[in-house]
């Protein structure tokens, strides 16, 4: 399998709809985007969203963010789905060494991510790609 990865530019239907097809394999709670909001996405000078593709196929997708506090550059990672079809074939590896080597490049300190429990074949990748555990808490404030 030649998976491609490359960071999405365009907000075209293609786009789209591969980005809606990937959602509900991520999370069932999740609602899928219309084209102002991937605008918005693709229009932010720190957040950058990557495919995994082969040939024509997106076999899945990531979201890295990077951002500047005065302890350093931090990169943090969101919304990483496989495709169904495409699991267990290296794609989310290949997905999260590219975002790793992006975060590195920019100077970032460390790259976090979170993981539901639930998400066991997930969870291993990121130990397996050496992601530890933080002993820290969690905080959500709901907005809205």
Request: charged share 25%.
């Amino acid at each position: 399998m030649m998976i491609d990865i490359f960071e999405v530019s365009a907000a075209d239907e293609k786009t789209l709809r591969a980005i809606n097809n990937l959602i509900p394999q991520l999370s069932q709670s999740a609602s899928i985007i219309n084209e102002a909001y991937l605008c918005k996405i693709l229009e932010s000078d720190r957040t950058k969203l990557f495919f995994a593709q082969e040939k024509d196929k997106v076999l899945g997708m990531l979201t890295l963010v990077l951002f500047s506090i005065p302890t350093g550059t931090k990169a943090w990672v969101e919304d990483v789905v496989v495709d169904q079809s495409a699991r267990g074939k290296g794609v989310g590896v290949t997905l999260m060494n590219h975002a790793v080597g992006v975060a590195e490049n920019c100077g970032a300190m460390s790259v976090d991510l979170t993981s539901r429990p639930s998400r066991e074949a997930a969870n291993q990748l990121y130990k397996k790609l050496g992601f530890r555990t933080r002993e820290t808490n969690v905080y959500r404030f709901k907005c809205n």
